[in-house]
């Protein structure tokens, strides 16, 4: 992490599931937790977040929880429920600097619904990370709103690649890139429980069904995390002509399922864009 970024004070407002791993992931990679204060509303969570010596506020102690953080802060991550996002930017927006950075890990939060609940000019990005940010293997798209500079932006992804691969791409791929990516470490699991239950159905125990779909998924995952893997090629080679994996993957082609995932990952991308029209 560069020193101008691990000079940022930052605020987490709302520190539950995906804020508090975005937050383990910056810790991860060095940064101060003294220039940290992570917001809760209740103090159900509290005792493991000072265990990371950051400073933590509790709404139901103190009326200004989320103001004070976000007064003191350079960059101020949303992490609160989609539905919360508006109100959240509404409670803070006097009180934040003006080149104060405010990026929402919400979903379906437009840039522009953001925007309408601030100060005009307030540099705003939204993000859509996924959850294996949490083991440091994550991906995160980010897209910035006009009054962010270059160097804003970069920060902020510096800040993300502690606990992932960072994409900046413009916000009319954000619900593309959720179908995909924020979605899709449910996909990886869907196809564990899929082939947990093929095993079963061939005579497997449960257990050892379930261990050889997971230690499957999970090593098959690992391959493809260099960043030159390709897996059209990877899925090739592990696919002798005439031989047994040839036999299931000409079923799964004659049975439709790459279209089927397609199908899949349109509705994720349709249900994104609703969301957005109806939070917005
Ligand atoms: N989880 C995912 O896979 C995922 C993926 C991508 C994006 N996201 C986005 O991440 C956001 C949070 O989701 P999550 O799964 O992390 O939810 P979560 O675990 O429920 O975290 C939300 C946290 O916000 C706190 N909170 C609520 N209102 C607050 C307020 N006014 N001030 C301060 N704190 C407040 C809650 O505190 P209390 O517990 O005390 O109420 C809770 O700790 C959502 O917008 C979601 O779209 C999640």
Do not use: W
Not at 197 to 205: E, H, K, Q, R, Y
């Amino acid at each position: 992490m560069s020193e101008a970024t691990n000079n940022l004070r930052l605020a987490f407002l709302g520190t539950g599931s995906m804020n508090g791993a975005i937050l383990r992931g910056i810790l991860g990679a060095g940064h101060d937790p003294k220039k940290i204060t992570a917001t809760l509303r209740s103090d159900s969570r509290a005792g493991e977040l000072r265990e990371l010596g950051i400073n933590v506020l509790i709404g139901a102690e103190d009326s200004e929880a989320n103001t004070k953080a976000a007064a003191d802060a350079d960059i101020v991550f949303l992490g609160v429920k989609p539905v919360g996002i508006t109100e959240l930017c509404d409670e803070i927006s006097d009180a934040l600097a003006p080149q104060t950075v405010v990026v929402s890990v919400a979903a379906a939060i437009t840039l522009a619904t953001m925007q309408a609940h601030l100060r005009g000019g307030q540099p705003v990005v939204r993000s859509m990370p996924n959850t294996p940010l949490m083991v440091g293997s994550g991906v995160v798209g980010l897209s910035s709103g006009e009054a962010v500079s270059d160097q804003q932006i970069n920060l902020v992804a510096e800040l993300f690649a502690g606990s992932g691969d960072v994409h900046i791409i413009d916000e009319s791929q954000q619900n593309a890139l959720s179908a995909i990516s924020g979605s899709g470490p449910a996909y990886g699991f869907y196809l564990a429980e899929a082939m947990t239950n093929a095993g079963i159905a061939m005579g497997l125990d449960e257990k050892l069904a379930m261990d050889l779909a997971r230690a499957t998924i999970a090593g098959a995952g690992k391959m493809l995390s260099d960043p030159e893997a390709n897996p059209a090629d990877m899925r090739r080679a592990v696919t002798s002509p005439k031989g047994t994996t040839e036999q299931a993957i000409l079923t799964f082609d004659a049975q439709g399922i790459p279209a089927i995932i397609e199908a899949g990952a349109k509705a994720a991308a349709a249900r994104a864009a609703q969301l957005s029209a109806e939070l917005g």
